[in-house]
């Protein structure tokens, strides 16, 4: 179907997806779920001050990260404070965990119902991982005064609220991938990301008086942007040659065919900024518990927490900013790696005939492989460093302080919305319809 002559290409393909009754099934169901997480995000747990809270989140950037991952409702400490943080966690170490332990590896290959023993074991291993998670923070707001001294019994039934809560976060998330549209974990943390967007715009009319500054910055916000459509979509591809045996008329005969194998520039996604800015933070965490109050002469602790302070100025922000970048960079080649070895990519051409033109089959089809997928991953490395530094450059370029960007925010909204749209234009094209991508 054709768009009709003067009305624009996205509206027309929204009309045509709302026009779909399966396809509009499934939006509906999306928006439903995350009307239903909203409500939840705004459930407090009792006894929690929320002004201390604020100010608390100004002063710790590793809360911001927790919030982020929780859809916002870290924010108010509500019953999902956790959010899916710790099912992302969960899913991490399982990944990390299959090539090292032959069990797993085994349940790997084992097709659809191994995979779903392995997603099973994710579920009962963020159980604990909530648990602990809840504990912790609740401690820490404890020793922060943001929440009140609380007896077993109490805090036990916090503590369960919050495994209950992040479960149930899951839970949405995982009848969206289902029922709806888009990964649905992925998803729930968009809808507290963009549910935070009205609180950025009324921070920038506070930078009004700094107009220049303020339109600089909103340009490397747009820029970033384009860079990580660019990076998202970026692969390299790598050409391969099926041969398959064909009986006819009583007579083999053999049949040739060519493909390609796109290795994704940034195969580990935005996983390598969420282990280094864990590093890169927690030492500050630790040194606060140790740090002499403000006003009190500054012990070793207080010099610790400064370093590793992600709102230092310069010259002392250099130190937290270029070890995250070099961090990035490691954990890229790391996880990448990880991710490549799990696929197998030159066994499973092997046994499906394929082979790579001028490549023999076997070891030196996977040397060929980890060369090309090393070389690339310098380009996606790189490319993650950079955006993971993007905030600390636009805030020293604009002196803009009172807008915070996101590096792993702004990887999260573009890969959503680029994947979401992705599975609506598939959705229209098998109806012939004409989708969002020409």
Not at 91 to 105: A, E, Y
Not at 379 to 386: D, K, S, T
Not at 411 to 420: A, C, E, K, W
Request: net charge positive; proline share 5%; aromatic share 10%.
């Amino acid at each position: 179907m054709q768009p009709r002559q003067g009305r624009p290409r996205l509206l027309q393909a929204m009309i045509d997806a709302f026009s779909l009754p399966d396809l509009r099934r499934r939006i509906l169901i999306t928006l439903g779920i995350l009307v239903i997480f909203r409500f939840v995000a705004h459930v407090p747990l009792p006894g929690v001050d929320l002004g201390a809270l604020s100010n608390l989140f100004e002063q710790n950037a590793l809360l911001g990260m927790l919030d982020m991952f929780s859809g916002g409702a870290m924010r108010n400490f509500s019953v999902a404070a956790m959010g899916v943080y710790p099912y992302i966690t969960s899913s991490i170490i399982m990944t990390l965990l299959v090539p090292v332990i032959p069990q797993l590896r085994r349940l790997s290959e084992e097709g659809e119902e191994g995979r779903n023993k392995i997603n099973r074991f994710t579920h009962w291993l963020t159980v604990p991982l909530a648990g602990l998670s809840g504990y912790g923070q609740l401690v820490y707001l404890q020793s922060e005064g943001v929440v009140g001294a609380a007896a077993i019994l109490p805090m036990l039934t916090m503590v369960i609220s919050l495994i209950a809560g992040t479960m149930f976060c899951v839970w949405l998330g995982e009848r969206i991938t289902e029922n709806g549209i888009g990964n649905g974990i992925s998803i729930i943390i968009f809808a507290g990301i963009v549910a935070g967007l009205p609180e950025m715009i009324q921070s920038g009319f506070l930078a009004k008086e700094n107009f220049i500054g303020l339109a600089v910055y909103i340009l490397i916000a747009l820029a970033t942007t384009v860079f990580i459509v660019y990076f998202i979509e970026a692969h390299r591809r790598v050409p391969v040659q099926y041969s398959r045996s064909v009986f006819r008329g009583g007579r083999m005969y053999r049949q040739a065919g060519s493909t390609h194998i796109p290795l994704r520039v940034n195969t580990a996604g935005m996983i390598p900024l969420i282990f280094a800015m864990s590093l890169v933070i927690f030492p500050g965490v630790v040194a606060s518990y140790f740090a002499n109050p403000t006003g009190a002469d500054p012990n070793f602790a207080n010099h610790i927490q400064a370093l590793f302070n992600p709102n230092a100025a310069l010259p002392l922000g250099l130190f937290y900013w270029g070890l995250y970048f070099v961090l990035t960079i490691g954990f890229a080649f790391f996880y990448t790696m990880v991710i490549f070895e799990q696929q197998d990519l030159p066994n499973a051409l092997q046994r499906q005939g394929g082979f790579i033109p001028g490549i023999r089959p076997g070891a030196h089809t996977k040397e060929y492989l980890d060369v090309v997928i090393k070389r690339i991953t310098w380009a996606g490395a790189l490319f993650l460093a950079v955006v993971a530094i993007v905030p600390f450059l636009a805030r020293e370029i604009t002196d803009v302080q009172v807008i915070q960007l996101s590096s792993m925010g702004m990887l999260i909204v573009v890969g959503v919305v680029l994947d979401t749209m992705k599975q609506v234009e598939a959705q229209l094209v098998m109806r012939r319809y004409e989708g969002f991508i020409k």
